[in-house]
């Protein structure tokens, strides 16, 4: 006889199954960039830089960047070793020193198939949300013309055609778009065209798919794409060129950035090198995706062009005696103006802050299918590092770590993250309450790509030393390993350096109550806000609901149309061998509605295709979105029949409870259904 135990497992894993079913198989599509690890991607987040550790003993010696030649010599290794293990197609590096191009080059192929080498001059790159930072200095171009303000709110200038959503009574500024602190959230579906055709003017697509105003603006962090995009929308209304123009003439025209392009396509075309996606150990090229966020990713570029903006970033605005901003506003780009707590590191206009061996650096990421790539910018040593890949890869973080370990090695009596005189004893802490799950902030909660949410699930458990960070195994996802978490204070977290990560900080927010609200940066060494969720929210709850519901299904749908269909078999009537057959053919119509749905829709979207719902919700979705509609409908007749069933006692007890738990289950269905946005056509 199996136990309760036993019996619980195999509940929640036929919970789990159903529910795996229909969330793996729906939206993950730009969630990989933040923590998913096993799933595909395409845009719309921000990918984590994991560097790992010092692999160098501290010393009071700081080299410096100096020999080109050494520099060469460290660079074609990495490369050279990533190329042999076949872990990125082609690539590219360009590092600037004190105004000048120190080093730039070229490695593996641009076009596997032809055998086309990258060339750092000539081979263009779609450095997806590195094409924020030009955006960024766009709209810093038009406060130093004094044409905005950036503690200025942006409802004067959205005109008719686009309405931002929001509930709260503080305005949505300038600047909070630019530190990603505007409250917004994430859209997925339709945030890019399949043909150049179908791309959509950025001021349609921004009054269709432009996502709420969801928190307070000016107080937590949520990476957004759209708000960056609403950035360049701004830009092209209050500049009155378009942005794609506007972007050509004022900064990459000045620069000398002559190959450089949002353009989509890019004017040279044939010089853009092939995205590639790794599957069975072998690089497939993957399809040219039309962004309909271009400001925020479309950018095509070279490794030397990007090395003029980074020259430009750190000369104050100034490349080769042209100016694109004045000192003071590049400082502004590069000045901190938001922390989420005083130990961790903050966000300027467009740039992110991160210490790499003790030393200040700011930088952004970029990852769109296909390609990735990194700026990483040290301010007080006149030095910028531009790496780019045609592929999603690690050799970045790789060359990051092997150049700051060389050049700028950790020095000795610099404090620990987080180090304070006496860290608190985990004894006088009330870590129960940090205990729970917790979802980060960015996902796409207006819509049906809510259902991509738990894949960006953290679990946070008690230790006796402190706390854990567990990333649960979701349905077809890797487990990670845990992340220890030492106190450092009531609500400051060390996570000790382990052998992929270096030492990082986290910490919480908790309300007036002591109940905790939000973890800060509690995964990566980077910006990311995650929020506890309740108990109603928890994935385990929806999957059982869900298991119990289709096994409910699976006895009305035996009722009608299975048991009649048997019995025409056996020559009898067609019927329902049933009081009031009618009322039972309401149950048949709702449990196989459901069922159909369950299963119809993510196996037809998988055989469709999960990643081209990039392009917009197929017509064969939205048929299968309106089974559940329609079974909503059948269910309130079947709610009000359950009524009267008991009020009357037409039936057997038995008969009374098999109808009213069918009921239910209808019921706790739709319910599950709406939370995740999927009853209706929310895409």
């Known amino acids: 006889m199996c136990s309760l135990k036993t019996a619980k497992t195999v509940l929640k894993r036929a919970g789990c199954g ?23 991607s395409a845009i719309e987040g921000e990918p984590a830089l994991t560097l790992g550790p010092s692999q160098v003993e501290p010393s009071s010696v700081t080299p410096g960047l100096d020999d080109p030649q050494d520099l060469e010599a460290l660079v074609d290794n990495v490369f050279a070793e990533e190329l042999e293990a076949g872990d990125v197609p082609g690539g590219a590096v360009a590092v ?28 263009l790159f ?11 200095t766009a709209v810093m171009q038009l406060q130093a013309e004094g044409l905005i303000d950036l503690e200025g709110p942006i409802a004067p200038y959205l005109g008719d055609e686009v309405e931002l959503e929001n509930p709260f009574p503080t305005p949505v500024t300038f600047a909070q778009l630019l530190t990603h602190t505007d409250g917004s959230t994430k859209r997925r579906i339709g945030l890019a065209a399949d043909t150049e055709a179908k791309l959509q003017p950025l001021e349609d697509y921004l009054a269709d798919h432009l996502p709420p105003i969801v928190h307070p603006p000016g107080e937590l962090f949520s990476y957004s794409s759209h708000s960056i995009a609403l950035l360049g929308y701004l830009v092209q209304r209050i500049s009155g060129e378009p942005f794609i123009d506007y972007i050509q003439d004022h900064i990459l025209a000045p620069l000398d950035m002559n190959r450089s392009s949002f353009a989509q396509p890019p004017p040279r075309q044939e010089d853009l090198a092939t995205g590639y996606q790794k599957q069975g150990g072998s690089f497939q090229p993957v399809p040219y995706l039309y962004l309909n966020i271009g400001p925020a990713a479309a950018l095509s570029s070279t490794a030397t062009d990007l090395a003029h903006f980074m020259i430009a970033q750190l000369q104050g605005g100034q ?26 590191p903050g966000t300027g206009y467009g740039f992110r802050e991160r210490r790499i061996n003790g030393f200040q650096t ?23 590092i531009f790496i780019v890949s045609n592929s999603f890869s690690g050799v970045h973080g790789k060359l990051l770590r092997q150049f700051f370990d060389r050049y700028f090695p950790p020095r000795p009596g610099l404090p620990e993250p987080g180090a304070t005189p006496s860290p608190v004893d985990p004894a006088e802490l009330n870590l129960d309450r940090f205990v729970g799950t917790y979802r980060d902030l960015e996902y796409s909660r207006h819509t049906i790509a809510k259902l991509s949410a738990p894949y960006q699930h953290i679990n946070i458990r008690r230790t006796d030393t402190g706390l854990e960070i567990q990333s649960p195994a979701l349905f077809f996802r890797r487990d990670r390993p845990a992340i220890p978490l030492e106190p450092l204070e009531p609500l400051l977290f060390l996570q000790p350096e382990q052998g992929t990560e270096e030492a990082t900080l986290t910490a919480f927010e908790a309300d007036e109550d002591g109940n905790i609200l939000y973890a800060y940066n509690p ?20 999957a059982g609901i869900l ?55 993510p196996l037809a979207l998988w055989l469709y295709g999960v990643l081209r719902l990039v392009y917009g919700m197929p017509w064969f979705g939205i048929v299968f979105l309106a089974l559940p509609m329609a079974s909503t409908l059948l269910t309130l007749v079947m709610v009000g029949v359950a009524l009267w069933l008991w009020i009357s006692r037409a039936w057997s007890t038995v008969r009374r409870w098999h109808y009213t738990l069918l009921s239910l289950a209808a019921v706790l269905f739709s319910a599950v259904l709406l939370y995740w946005r999927v009853l209706g056509f929310q895409f």
């Open 18 to 40: 159903l529910l795996g079913l229909l969330l793996a198989l729906m939206l993950t599509l730009p969630g990989l960039a933040r923590t998913t690890d096993s799933l595909p």
């Open 96 to 123: 600037v020193k004190d105004g000048e191009i120190f080093f730039a080059r070229g490695y593996g192929y641009a076009d596997i198939n032809q055998k086309v080498p990258v060339d750092a001059e000539k081979t």
């Open 126 to 136: 779609r450095v997806a949300s590195l094409s924020k930072l030009f955006t960024a």
């Open 319 to 344: 490349y080769e005696g042209v100016s694109i901003l004045p000192p003071d506003a590049i400082a502004a780009m590069h000045r901190i103006h938001f922390r989420p707590h005083p130990q961790l």
């Open 362 to 384: 700011i930088g952004h990421l970029g990852s769109l299918r296909g390609y990735s790539s990194s700026m990483t910018l040290m301010p007080e040593q006149n030095i910028g």
């Open 523 to 542: 995964i990566f060494p980077k910006m990311a806000t995650y929020t506890k969720i309740a108990w109603y929210e928890n994935i385990w709850l929806h």
């Open 547 to 601: 298991a119990v519901a289709s096994l409910l299904f699976l006895s009305g749908v035996w009722v009608w149309p299975l048991h009649p269909a048997l019995r025409r078999v056996q020559g009898k009537p067609f019927a329902i061998p049933l009081q009031t057959p009618q009322v039972w053919k309401v149950a048949g119509w709702v449990s196989t509605l459901n069922l159909v749905f369950l299963i119809g829709f």
